[in-house]
């Protein structure tokens, strides 16, 4: 069965992967970021999605998560990678480390949530209680063990709204919320996903330290630095997982 990767920031496409044909297609939902990426990466079949376009243009507040889940339901996978650029919070979540989170916390606001809105018979509440494919967490922590590659198990995952950075007092809020690391793409993406009956893990590549933890102003220079040696080892994770 294919494997579906939503490639974020730092990964608008995924070197290796051989590609049979690109795609565009839309959904009741409207139209997905990019066209769908159907190839393969070592002997398995992959359809790869870029999270901000191709190029990359679109700010995490603008895109549309319910088209992007919906298209890669509708093209028949049945486990997502979602590889996303996150700032640090905790020690352990230090830039270019790589990190497979466990738990979310959602400040996000404004944004369309759910697939179960309108024309409904019944009114639906998924659990949520673990937003994250258990089965799936433990297949990339197993590639990236195997594959020699760095990855920490488990994390919360703050979901702002973004675009703009965070301020150093909101860090430190997040930090009092036990949050580990912060990044703007992560809901509603695990939660539509959850819906769509998807099995979805992440591979989160912290890219800077959050607001206020280093005394350097934070820049996309340095951000894209740092992201180049975490998505070196996504690259291997996902390579090796899909080996096997
Ligand atoms: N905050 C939110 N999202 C991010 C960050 C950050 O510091 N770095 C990369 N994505």
């Known amino acids: ?36 990426v159907h190839g393969r990466l070592g002997e398995t079949e992959v359809v790869f999605l870029a999270r901000h376009g191709n190029p990359h243009r679109i700010p995490p507040h603008k895109v549309n998560y319910r088209a992007n889940i919906k298209a890669l339901k509708e093209a028949g996978v049945e486990r997502v ?28 606001y404004g944004r369309s949530t759910t697939f179960f809105e ?23 922590l197993a590639a990236a063990q195997h594959a020699r590659v760095p990855a920490i198990d488990g994390g919360v995952y703050a979901a702002t709204q973004g675009p703009r950075l965070e301020t ?41 330290w959050g607001a206020g933890l280093s005394s350097d102003e934070i820049t996309m220079a340095d951000i894209e630095r740092e992201l180049e040696t975490g998505m070196s080892h996504v690259r291997r994770i996902l390579e090796t997982l899909l080996a096997g």
């Open 1 to 36: 069965m294919a494997l579906g990767i939503i490639g974020g920031t730092g990964l608008t496409r995924l070197d290796g992967l051989r590609i049979d044909r690109e795609e565009p297609v839309s959904t009741c939902w409207g139209e997905p970021s990019a066209s769908l």
């Open 168 to 208: 150093a007092a909101e860090i430190r809020k997040l930090a009092a919320d036990g949050c580990d690391i912060v990044g703007m793409t992560g809901m509603p993406e695990a939660a539509l996903a959850r819906e769509a009956g998807l099995c979805y893990a992440s591979l989160s590549v912290v890219a800077n």
């Open 81 to 108: 990678v979602a590889v996303a650029a996150v700032g640090g919070i905790t020690e352990r979540a230090s830039p270019s480390a790589v990190l497979i989170p466990d738990q979310i916390i959602d400040y996000t």
């Open 118 to 140: 309108d024309d409904l018979d019944d009114v639906v509440h998924i659990d949520f209680s673990w937003p994250y494919c258990a089965e799936l967490r433990q297949s990339l």
